[in-house]
């Protein structure tokens, strides 16, 4: 039974419940209509780098390389290249957007707004998804023109690119909040992301890498998203793909309550 | 219950400015407050702590009763704030910005969209309500910050130098406009540079300097604590001298117009009667400066320190 002061707390969560799915839903709506918006710097870029890849790695250098894990080396490379522009976007659209608006001071709207700063982190969080599965969904519509793709295990392939996803949309979050210029936007991507992306086995195994190299790998975070995208495609991992699963859900969560953490506190945008 | 309360709220930079210097400050609900200070005295530190942008070092803050340690977003569900500077994302249309904020309030777009065009027509800006809203001009930009901070019909509406930068004609309709919000039962605290402006409208005040509050009472209280005040007399007569009138300090500016110094405890009546006398025909009169900015340049300067305590409260 319930009384009606409980009647009453129940009613009050719910109106805060709507107004926070309100809330959520408003940060996610602009943030899909900034990507549609400026499509010309979101969606056809990657478009373009995906189409020179596959025709210069997987038409030209590709059939004189061969055969790849049993697989042609377009076959092989094309999860990896979808997979590097999720990574790509996601990051790219959570910290331009995030700094954007720091920049700006329009990130004020939000910050004396009542919603909470969880709820902020995942707003910004679903730009960079959906950032990244759009991008995801054009780069293998590019793909399917070069080569056909099988799909082994669909799970694999959902799971991996949404964790990949969220892993560095809150990566980018994280830059954003620490980042006091437009230098600072550019310096994580282009000096860490991309290095680690090109050497996560993107475009070889590293099973062709010596040891040493082979073991320095596996310390390289893009590997096991790259693999685990791999799998569901290929049904082939050079790592476990369990452990991959569970280093990106661990990514997540870890990076997630960084940020909630960090705005809490107000590092990067407030004195 | 106070429509806001601060109690020893202090706030010291990472630079080492102290800002604030545990100030003590109570605004009625239903009121509407001048805070009036010098640049950096501490009015936009204290703005930003009440609205959560800028974190406090030491103190509480009660927006209608609501501890903001405590019950943070049911005290930023009761407050509007129009801040400084622009603060709205430049690239997005004027009415984009509204929607999107009464969106973060939680209101439906339904309510949402009704409510826009309320704001935007009381504030003149429906026609402008699909531009982009850089191509806008200052005074429309201001307006437009008005009606975002007025889009979930917030209790307590904070404006931080609403008028700066825009013409006389716009400050007057911003003013009657926010006559009748106040009027309709919306607390209004106001910073300001134009004293004019927080002598028109607001029937409270206080002043801080340095991170204290100086001066707070009612506007009427504050003002009777200055001791003198200068009148300009133009006359019709040419005047060669300084017309010597027993009591009063005059000076000529310049052949057609006198300056009287009047305390308090004199009046105007003897004067007239003594130019009367003296065949001298005021034709008009103004006080030299706005009675506000007078006290204002005096207890900030210093020069009526002896005259004001640190808080006039005692004296309501």
Redesign the interface.
């Known amino acids: 039974m319930t009384t009606g002061a409980g009647t009453a707390v129940n009613a009050r969560r719910e109106g805060?419940g709507?107004?926070?799915w309100?809330?959520f839903?408003?940060?996610v709506?602009?943030e899909f209509s900034r990507i549609i918006r400026i499509w010309g710097q979101t969606i056809v870029p990657p478009a373009i780098t995906a189409t020179l890849y596959f025709l210069i790695f997987g038409s030209l250098i590709g059939p004189r390389i061969g055969d790849m894990g049993g697989y042609s080396y377009m076959q092989y490379i094309a999860p990896g290249l979808i997979m590097m522009s999720v990574i790509t976007n996601s990051y790219g659209n959570v910290v331009s957007s995030f700094f954007g608006?720091k920049f700006?001071?329009?990130i004020?709207?939000?910050?004396?707004?009542?919603?909470?700063n969880w709820l902020i982190v995942l707003g910004y969080v679903a730009g960079g998804l959906m950032r990244g599965l759009l991008v995801g969904i054009v780069v293998t519509l590019v793909a399917l023109l070069f080569t056909r793709l099988h799909v082994e295990h669909w799970f694999a392939v959902v799971g991996a690119v949404i964790l990949t996803a969220l892993v560095f949309s809150l990566g980018g979050f994280v830059n954003a909040i620490f980042a006091k210029n437009f230098d600072q936007v550019t310096f994580i991507p282009t000096f860490i992301l991309t290095p680690l992306t090109y050497l996560g086995g993107v475009f070889y195994s590293i099973t062709m890498l010596p040891d040493w190299a082979q073991k320095l790998s596996q310390a390289n975070p893009i590997l096991y998203m790259v693999n685990a995208f791999r799998y569901g495609f290929l049904g082939h991992s050079d790592v476990s793909v369990s452990f991959a699963f569970t280093v990106m859900l661990a990514a997540t969560i870890a990076l997630f309550v960084l940020c909630v953490w960090l705005l809490d506190r107000?590092t990067g945008i407030?004195? | 219950m106070p429509a806001l309360s601060l109690r020893q709220l202090s706030k010291t930079?990472?630079n080492g400015v102290h800002a604030l210097k545990g100030i003590d400050l109570d605004v009625e609900s239903g009121d509407f407050f001048a805070l009036l200070g010098p640049n950096g005295a501490g009015k936009t530190t204290a703005i930003?702590i009440i609205?959560?942008?800028?974190?406090k070092t030491s103190g509480k803050v009660f927006v209608f009763g609501r501890d903001i340690d405590v019950e943070?977003?049911?005290a930023?569900?009761c407050?509007g704030?129009v801040?400084q500077?622009?603060?709205?994302?430049?690239f997005e249309k004027v009415s984009t910005i509204l929607?999107?904020?009464a969106?973060?309030?939680?209101?439906?777009r339904r309510i949402a969209r009704a409510r826009v065009e309320r704001w935007l027509r009381e504030l003149a800006l429906w026609d402008k309500r699909d531009a982009v809203s850089r191509t806008l001009s200052g005074g429309m930009k201001r307006r437009l910050m008005i009606a975002?901070a007025l889009i979930h019909e917030p209790r307590l509406l904070i404006l931080d130098e609403p008028s700066a930068g825009v013409d006389i004609e716009i400050r007057r309709s911003m003013w009657e406009f926010l006559r009748r919000l106040n009027a309709d039962g919306t607390t209004i605290i106001l910073t300001t540079h134009y004293l004019e402006e927080a002598e028109t409208l607001c029937r409270n005040i206080a002043i801080i300097d340095e991170g204290r509050i100086i001066e707070h009472g009612r506007m009427s209280n504050v003002l009777r604590k200055l001791q003198t005040e200068i009148f300009v007399l133009n006359t019709r007569e040419t005047l060669d001298d300084t017309p010597q009138l027993p009591g009063y300090a005059v000076r000529l500016t310049d052949d057609h117009t006198l300056e009287v110094e009047v305390s308090k405890e004199q009046n105007l009546n003897d004067i007239f009667a003594a130019l009367t006398y003296r065949g001298i025909e005021v034709l008009s009169m103004r006080n030299k400066s706005n009675r506000l900015e007078e006290l204002f340049m005096r207890l900030v300067e210093g020069r009526d320190a002896a005259e004001t305590p640190a808080s006039a409260a005692a004296a309501e």
């Open positions: 805060e709507e107004h926070r309100v809330g839903s408003t940060i709506i602009r608006a700006g001071r329009h004020e709207e939000l910050l004396v707004s009542p919603l909470p107000g407030r004195d | 930079y990472g930003g609205s959560s942008l800028v974190t943070l977003e049911a930023k569900a407050l704030v801040p500077e622009i603060n709205f994302n430049q929607l999107n904020q969106g973060f309030y939680g209101i439906r975002r």
